[in-house]
């Protein structure tokens, strides 16, 4: 049996080894970078979605107060099951309107005046 002596150097092994780190590295870094590009391109998104919504909720408020009313009754059905009904102001509706939307909840909505009669249309 005969033996062949390799020789190996372990600054080699070492030197390739850091180069594959850092190859690595700047690999996950762009990744990184490309997840969080998207994260907030999808945010921004969300977010304009969002104001669009909050300004047909703010025209529809605006509507019902010019109606006469001072409060607004609504009925939010939650999309995971189960609704809420309560009375916001007309200051904190459209917000609360938009955010359910946001949430894909479906919600109606109505003004009341302070005799409780329903005024203006239903949204």
């Known amino acids: 049996m005969t033996s ?7 600054r080699s092994n070492d030197n ?17 970078a490309a997840r969080e590009a998207k994260a907030e391109a999808e945010r921004a998104a969300r977010e304009a ?6 300004v047909l909720a703010q025209a529809w408020v ?3 107060v010019a109606a006469g009313a001072t ?5 939010i059905c939650m999309a995971e099951g189960g ?13 609360l309107i938009a955010r359910a939307w946001r949430d894909e909840d479906s919600v109606e909505a109505w003004g009341l005046n302070d005799a409780g009669e329903y005024v203006g249309g239903t949204f």
């Open 71 to 75: 409060v607004i009754g609504h009925k």
């Open 62 to 64: 605006a509507e019902a």
């Open 16 to 32: 390739a080894l850091r180069i594959a780190r850092v190859a690595a590295a700047s690999r996950i870094a762009a990744e990184r």
């Open 4 to 10: 062949t002596l390799v020789f190996t150097s372990s």
């Open 49 to 54: 979605v969002f104001e669009a919504d909050l």
């Open 83 to 95: 609704k809420w009904r309560g009375l916001v102001s007309t200051d904190e509706a459209a917000g």
